[in-house]
Structures are given as structure tokens and as C-alpha cells.
């Protein structure tokens, strides 16, 4: 069985996810296949670029319907890293189009303020573990992660919100239900704590 599965929906560079997986998990597949999906215990969609994108190329793919389906009939954690934490969400409104998302996690992604620093918000910044979570341990709170984005996720339901950050003004940098959960920064960019954060996922059940 493939323990983890790495989605292919062809949005960008996602070597340095992989091989942060590979640190802790042999077996980690990147794909689009169903098969693949099919056999599943953990789903990872990584991700920079369009919203619009990301989800045309799910379902050009026959996997939009198919992530949530297994997800939700057989409890398989998730972790949507930056783009792939913003598609979790009901709808995005990226250059006045909305579209679907997963509604995993119910929300809206929109566009970041845009000053007094200019977007797109790219660098290390502070995140604030808001709630204990399994995510977070060994790891100390306060700790600068890499970020690269210009929307953010404003969820439905604060109670879903494990972290936030600020660039000119708060936002959600983790969300959670259940056990699927979005990070908008890069962990498999952040360094030791974002790959004791990645190790920790792998421990989620």
C-alpha cells in the first residue's frame, strides 16, 4: 500500500516536498493515477501558482471529486501546502474569477492587502500556534517559516484556525478539521522545524 501520496496536478517545482516525505516514509508516491490514489493513507497537494489552475488541472485529472470522496469515507489525512492549503477551501477569488474549491475545509481565498509591504508576501515570518496540535510538537512557537503568496485563507469557522501571521495585516497560516490540514507557508522550505512539522503529520492518524 502507498503510504504517501503526493499529488501531480502540475503546479510547479515539488522535488523539495518530496524529498522532505522521503526523510521519514520510504514509500512515497508522486502521481495523478486513481490507483495510486485509491491506495492512499496519507494525501499531500503541494502547490504555488492559480487557484483557477490547480483546480482545472484536478479535475482535467478525475481527482477533484476523488480527494474528497476518500478523504471523507475513509478518514485520510490531508496537508494542502500553499496553493494546495488554498484549494481546500469552498471558493477562490483570484483576478475576478470564483471558482469551486475542494470545500474541505469551509472558506474563502482572497487577496492578501496589499500595503504597506507589497505583495506578493515572499520571506521568513513569524507564525503563532493559536491551539496545542499534535502538528506542533517539538517544535518551539514563534518560529519564523518561509512563506511565498498573494492570497490568504479566511475561513468560515475561526474554531479551524491553528496559526496565524501578520503582513499588513493577521492571517491564517494553518487551518484545520478533522484531520486534514492547510499550511500556507512551505515547510519543506522552513529548515528543521518545518521538517519536524512535516514528521509530525506523518504521525496523524
Known amino acids: ?40 493513507e496519507k494525501i499531500v497537494l503541494p502547490g504555488q501558482g492559480s487557484y483557477y489552475h ?5 479535475k482535467k485529472r478525475d481527482l477533484f471529486d476523488q480527494i474528497k470522496k476518500k478523504h471523507l469515507t475513509e478518514n485520510i489525512p490531508i496537508m494542502g501546502i500553499c496553493l494546495g492549503m488554498q484549494i481546500l477551501s469552498t471558493l477562490g477569488f483570484e483576478n475576478d474569477k470564483e471558482t469551486n474549491g475542494l470545500d474541505i475545509i469551509p472558506g474563502e481565498v482572497k487577496k492578501m492587502k496589499g500595503s504597506p509591504n507589497s505583495l506578493p508576501h515572499i520571506g521568513w515570518n513569524e507564525v503563532n500556534f493559536k491551539k496545542d496540535n499534535i502538528l506542533f510538537n517539538d517544535i518551539e512557537n514563534n518560529q519564523d517559516f518561509y512563506f ?27 487551518i484545520k478539521k478533522n484531520n486534514c490540514y492547510g499550511i500556507q507557508f512551505h515547510p519543506e522550505k ?11 503529520f506523518l504521525k496523524i492518524k
Open 1 to 40: 500500500m502507498s503510504k504517501i501520496l503526493i499529488i501531480d496536478y502540475n503546479t510547479g517545482n515539488v522535488d523539495s516536498v518530496i524529498k522532505a516525505f522521503k526523510l521519514f516514509e520510504k514509500d512515497v508516491v508522486f502521481s495523478s493515477k486513481k490507483e495510486d490514489l485509491d491506495k492512499a
Open 148 to 174: 511565498i503568496h498573494s492570497y490568504e485563507f479566511i475561513p468560515n469557522n475561526y474554531k479551524d484556525v491553528l496559526s496565524t501571521s501578520y503582513c499588513n495585516s493577521e492571517f491564517v497560516s494553518i
Open 190 to 200: 522552513s529548515l528543521k522545524k518545518g521538517i519536524k512539522l512535516i514528521e509530525n
Open 54 to 58: 490547480a483546480i482545472n488541472e484536478l
